[in-house]
């Protein structure tokens, strides 16, 4: 599985890919199979994102899993004090092992 993510341009938020907008939970990317680049270089040209690209995710019941470490944890926010990290959609997303 493939998906998008970038930053946010005016706020920096890390968002991801949704199909046809952007979101700041990983839960809601999709899988962008062989069209990423394509959609990362889209989006960036319109001045959507800032610095777009692709990576390998594997799916889960709780929406795609980031496979590096880097990208997981753009995907749930600080690794030492919880209590600061993201709010997504899954309640149980904090307890994914980083």
């Avoid at 907008?21 to 680049?37: I, K, L, M, N």
């Amino acid at each position: 599985m493939k998906i998008v993510t970038g930053n946010d341009l005016p706020t920096g938020d890390v968002i991801w890919w949704t199909g046809s907008d952007w979101s700041r939970h990983v839960a809601d990317a999709v899988d962008v199979g062989e069209q990423g680049e394509a959609i990362a270089a889209q989006e960036e040209a319109a001045r959507r994102v800032n610095t777009p690209y692709v990576i390998e995710a594997t799916p889960t019941a709780e929406g795609p899993r980031p496979a590096h470490i880097k990208d997981r944890i753009r995907a749930v926010g600080p690794t030492v004090r919880m209590d600061l990290a993201l709010a997504p959609a899954d309640p149980d997303a904090g307890s994914w092992t980083i």
